[in-house]
């Protein structure tokens, strides 16, 4: 799982070594990520579709894409399709996509790189692995996120964010136990490099066995991990958790009910890990609630069961934008 490493994460940046008084949040629920397929037959797991709207929002869904070596003329991606209403995350780990989308948007990511759009009122786009890569096979592993956006939002320009692994903002935990690659938002003093309409997080962390990474973590958000490899535990009550769960945190800032909000919130890796996959991998994810009702059908996010018709009729009608000539 190559991402962006560093030889020794002491040369870091570190997080703050937490506060004997500061309050770790909770562990809500640890679930199992159901198996898919999605795009032309590439294999997922749902990280969130288990979770109940109210503790993801303002996340839709999120995708593990792989982890899967292809032979030969196996790699798969999606076809041109629209989207509407709010913004996909791509985040590669292992292998290589290509992007392009009806605005003139795209390029290839790899390796560590995220693809950020903001589909707003409407686009069409494409994601697939280089020719190349089809004839050679390979590794295959990230994630994709859908972020959602506030109703004031949904009908803005759309927009395309190369983040490249070279801008990422990396960091150590206190004592060098943990790498994180902070994608966007903020964690603690230090922001990432994305740029995000609706407030939230986005992170990787890599745990070496037996270590420990306490995450400041705002009031306002939410909190989720996903582990993508590994074991270990969450919470400061140590529940387990492992390879395709899910953990949802207590303290959703301003939902009532859901707990008191808590500072930060704490990873754990098992003294001991598989041998393919050395590290406890995590992706960690928090955003401001947006609080508004969701109408979610196939490629498109909005408020209203209208605004959803509304969205196939002028997909149907050509409205989302045309596939450029190059690539039709």
Request: a negative charge.
């Given at each position: 799982?190559?991402a ?13 070594q ?10 809500l ?15 997922v797991?749902?990280?969130?579709a ?5 503790y993801?929002d303002?996340?839709i ?11 030969p ?8 399709h ?6 996909t ?20 990511i790899s390796?560590?790189?995220t693809q ?6 409407g ?7 280089p ?13 994709q ?9 949904k009908?803005v ?19 060098g136990?943990a ?14 490099p994305?740029s995000?309409?609706?407030?939230i997080t ?7 066995p037996g270590s420990?990474l306490?995450?400041p973590?705002?009031?306002?958000f939410n ?12 919470g ?26 808590g500072?930060?919130i ?12 050395p590290?406890?991998?995590v992706?960690?994810?928090?955003g401001?609630?947006?609080?508004e ?12 069961q ?11 009608a ?8 190059g690539?039709a």
């Amino acid at each position: 799982m190559p991402a962006v490493t560093v030889e020794n994460p002491l040369t870091l940046p570190r997080l703050p070594q937490p506060l004997n008084a500061t309050r770790e949040r909770q562990v809500l629920a640890v679930t199992t990520a159901p198996s898919g397929f999605e795009g032309e037959g590439f294999p997922v797991r749902k990280a969130l579709a288990t979770i109940k709207s109210q503790y993801l929002d303002p996340f839709i869904m999120m995708d593990q894409m792989g982890e899967v070596d292809y032979a030969p003329g196996e790699p798969k991606g999606t076809p041109w399709h629209p989207h509407r209403g709010f913004e996909t995350v791509t985040y590669m780990i292992d292998g290589v996509m290509d992007h392009a989308d009806s605005h003139g948007g795209g390029g290839t990511i790899s390796d560590g790189d995220t693809q950020w759009m903001t589909a707003g009122g409407g686009i069409l786009h494409k994601e697939a692995p280089p020719e190349w890569l089809v004839q050679k096979g390979g590794l295959f592993h990230g994630i994709q996120l859908w972020v959602n956006l506030p109703g004031s939002e949904k009908m803005v320009a759309p927009k395309y964010q190369d983040i490249g692994r070279t801008n990422v903002v990396l960091l150590s935990s206190h004592d060098g136990g943990a790498l994180v690659r902070l994608i966007a938002g903020e964690v603690g003093e230090f922001t990432g490099p994305g740029s995000t309409r609706t407030p939230i997080t986005l992170l990787h962390a890599s745990l070496s066995p037996g270590s420990q990474l306490t995450l400041p973590w705002r009031k306002d958000f939410n909190a989720l991990a996903y582990v993508l490899s590994g074991r270990g535990t969450v919470g400061g009550d140590r529940q387990p958790i492992e390879s395709g769960q899910l953990a949802v945190f207590d303290g959703f800032g301003s939902l009532p009910g859901l707990g008191t909000d808590g500072e930060t919130i704490t990873l754990s890796a098992a003294g001991t890990q598989e041998s393919r996959s050395p590290n406890l991998e995590v992706i960690v994810l928090g955003g401001r609630p947006i609080g508004e009702p969701v109408a979610h059908y196939g490629p498109f996010v909005m408020n209203t069961q209208a605004e959803l018709a509304k969205a196939f009729e002028d997909y149907q009608a050509g409205r989302l934008g045309t596939v450029p000539a190059g690539h039709a």
